[in-house]
């Protein structure tokens, strides 16, 4: 009778185990799949957006003629500011470079290494006879532009970039940085990740919460003119983004 008992128990022990197994699978193929699709809208929107994009045209009657930007002076002043010319050392340092592009100096140059002879990168000699941006200025405007949030023109008298070449140039980054490192540093998370988060999201009282994400836009009516730029939203206001986020 007792040994019934005991089998019992312990059938009923393997069931309860069974089950919250699968539950933690079915979770977390529920959370792969949202973020699937989630990439797929994301997808499907930007794919909507280029296509309403006015595209780039070249040298046509009517337009402006091309700004003596002098890239070379450019690029001898970032390379002064941060890194080397003639020997001399950087008048900023390796803290200050973190600081300000919200990188480590390694960390810059392994993405520098593995983007600079993709094609928008690679420095060749343009139509008109003269080589183009070096691929360094276009990483440190697009570093700009994601650390400070500030507009594409803005840096143009530091880095000596047309507002497009520092937009095209932010957006091929970002694609990049995406494709090659998205498999390797970003993975589905285990079952062993799942029940810890969702131990620690029952605690904070939202039991069976794995992860959430929720941000809106408020409009800003005191907005700085000289910041009007960094904040405004598809719809031409002044906009900041409120972010909650929960994980």
């Given at each position: 009778m007792d040994a019934s008992i005991d089998d019992a128990s312990g059938s009923s022990s393997d069931d309860g185990r069974g089950q919250s197994e699968g539950s933690a699978d079915a979770l977390l193929a529920?959370?792969?799949?949202?973020?699937?699709?989630?990439l797929m809208h994301r997808h499907r929107r930007n794919a909507a957006q280029r296509a309403?994009?006015?595209r780039f045209v070249g040298s046509v009657a009517g337009r402006r003629a091309n700004r003596p930007r002098?890239?070379?002076?450019?690029?001898?002043?970032?390379?002064?500011?941060?890194?080397?010319?003639?020997?001399?050392?950087?008048v900023y340092g390796e803290r200050k470079f973190e600081r300000r592009f919200r990188v480590p100096l390694s960390a810059f140059f392994r993405i520098y290494e593995a983007i600079r002879d993709r094609p928008f990168w690679r420095q060749s000699i343009n139509a008109t006879g003269r080589p183009p941006a070096h691929a360094l200025q276009k990483m440190v405007a697009?570093?700009?532009v994601l650390a400070y949030g500030e507009s594409y023109d803005l840096a143009d008298e530091y880095v000596r970039l047309s507002r497009s070449t520092i937009?095209?140039?932010?957006?091929?980054?970002?694609?990049?940085?995406?494709?090659?490192?998205?498999?390797v540093y970003l993975w589905p998370p285990k079952d062993k990740e799942v029940k810890r988060m969702l131990e620690r999201n029952a605690a904070r009282g939202m039991p069976e919460c794995?992860?959430?994400?929720?941000?809106?836009?408020?409009?800003c009516a005191a907005c700085p003119k000289g910041l009007a730029g960094q904040y405004q939203n598809p719809k031409k206001r002044r906009t900041i983004v409120m972010e909650t986020v929960s994980d």
């Amino acid at each position: 009778m007792d040994a019934s008992i005991d089998d019992a128990s312990g059938s009923s022990s393997d069931d309860g185990r069974g089950q919250s197994e699968g539950s933690a699978d079915a979770l977390l193929a529920a959370v792969i799949g949202s973020r699937s699709l989630f990439l797929m809208h994301r997808h499907r929107r930007n794919a909507a957006q280029r296509a309403r994009r006015r595209r780039f045209v070249g040298s046509v009657a009517g337009r402006r003629a091309n700004r003596p930007r002098d890239f070379d002076q450019g690029m001898r002043g970032i390379r002064r500011g941060y890194f080397s010319v003639d020997g001399q050392p950087p008048v900023y340092g390796e803290r200050k470079f973190e600081r300000r592009f919200r990188v480590p100096l390694s960390a810059f140059f392994r993405i520098y290494e593995a983007i600079r002879d993709r094609p928008f990168w690679r420095q060749s000699i343009n139509a008109t006879g003269r080589p183009p941006a070096h691929a360094l200025q276009k990483m440190v405007a697009a570093f700009r532009v994601l650390a400070y949030g500030e507009s594409y023109d803005l840096a143009d008298e530091y880095v000596r970039l047309s507002r497009s070449t520092i937009e095209v140039a932010t957006k091929k980054l970002i694609e990049f940085i995406v494709e090659e490192w998205e498999p390797v540093y970003l993975w589905p998370p285990k079952d062993k990740e799942v029940k810890r988060m969702l131990e620690r999201n029952a605690a904070r009282g939202m039991p069976e919460c794995v992860g959430s994400l929720d941000c809106s836009q408020w409009e800003c009516a005191a907005c700085p003119k000289g910041l009007a730029g960094q904040y405004q939203n598809p719809k031409k206001r002044r906009t900041i983004v409120m972010e909650t986020v929960s994980d």
